[in-house]
């Protein structure tokens, strides 16, 4: 039987996605019309964290209006529990770092498709005046077919110069340092074109099963993003074309003039070439029963009792 302590307001917590630094992920039920969704919830020591609370209030302000097949729909933002937290479409579906972590060959038959659908949702978002400003693998959600949701909006930013970049001050630099452009890496203003060095970042790990580049320590990496010469996918996976190396090459050029100029340029290129000198075959297992890994940490177990009985005392 369900107890009141698993409920936040009128949702009744099913099931913990993720434990995240600041967020859970939950997938929860609305009691009354049995819907399903995803709750992105400050974890209980952020709840009156300002800068958290902002972030996840930003996550909301761009991605409210954003109706797309390729971004994961959000449908609210709720603050009068515990936790404040976002209502967000439920997609059944392994975040791409879960699923690379078997290597890139049993993806390789859906690499295409992945690529295609990614790039038509940040093609989307950079449209409606965004940059998503973190394409990593974490933040792609990939179904069995190859379908593709990008989520987590939270440092996405308008490509506007600000009064104070104009003025010469840098933004602060918040992001994942293995896929950050050189001009982000900078704090420098940036446009879509930031997304489109990301992506290629992506695409190549998507082919390659590992990263463009590693470091053994923030710092060397930052500097191999800002400096290093581009590896080609090739050397790590022999069936690429090279059409297709040079293209991922190219999105990640250091100067952003170099790189192609939109999202939708991307999508084009991608469309005319192939990827791969032979067509991959789909694996003999379905990528949703890949071991993902811990969902949680011993520390999120800890937590979960007091996030329970906190809500408790709201339903009383
Ligand atoms: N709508 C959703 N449906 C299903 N799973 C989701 C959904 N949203 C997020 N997730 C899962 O939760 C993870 C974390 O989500 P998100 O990227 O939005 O939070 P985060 O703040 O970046 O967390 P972290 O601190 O772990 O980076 C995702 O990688 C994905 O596995
Ligand atoms: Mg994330």
């Known amino acids: 039987m369900t107890k009141a302590r698993d409920f936040v307001g009128p949702y009744r917590l099913t099931r913990l996605i993720r434990a995240g630094h600041s967020c859970y992920v939950w997938e929860a039920v609305k009691e009354d019309t049995n819907e399903r969704f995803a709750l992105k919830m400050l974890r209980t020591e952020e709840a009156k964290n300002r800068d958290e609370i902002g972030y996840l209030k930003h996550e909301w302000e761009v991605a409210k209006e954003l109706h797309h097949p390729n971004l994961i729909r959000f449908y609210d933002f709720v603050t009068q529990y515990h936790a404040p937290f976002l209502v967000l479409e439920l997609y059944s579906a392994l975040n791409l770092k879960q699923v690379l972590r078997e290597g890139p060959e049993p993806l390789a038959y859906l690499a295409e498709k992945i690529i295609h659908q990614t790039t038509h949702g940040l093609h989307y978002l950079h449209e409606r005046g965004w940059i998503h400003c973190d394409i990593k693998p974490d933040n792609l959600l990939v179904n069995d077919d ?93 069936d690429v074309t090279k059409d297709c190396a040079d293209l991922i090459r190219r999105m990640m050029g250091k100067k952003r003039e170099t790189r192609p100029k939109s999202m939708w340029d991307v999508l084009q290129e991608f469309r005319n070439i192939q990827v791969f000198t032979k067509k991959p075959q789909p694996p003999d297992f379905k990528l949703s029963d890949l071991d993902t890994g811990p969902v949680t940490d011993a520390d999120a177990l800890k937590q979960l009792p007091r996030a329970g009985s906190d809500a408790a005392e709201n339903e009383e």
Request: contains cysteine.
């Open 146 to 238: 190859g379908n593709v949701k990008v989520i987590d909006f939270t440092i996405a930013q308008r490509p506007k110069r600000s009064l104070l970049s104009l003025l010469g001050f840098k933004q602060p630099v918040r992001g994942t340092r293995s896929y950050m452009s050189p001009e982000q890496i900078r704090g420098e203003t940036l446009d879509g074109r930031s997304d489109v060095y990301s992506l290629g970042c992506v695409v190549f790990e998507l082919l390659a099963g590992r990263p463009p580049f590693t470091g053994s320590s923030p710092n060397e990496l930052l500097e191999k993003h800002l400096r290093a010469s581009v590896p080609t996918v090739m050397v790590y996976n022999k």
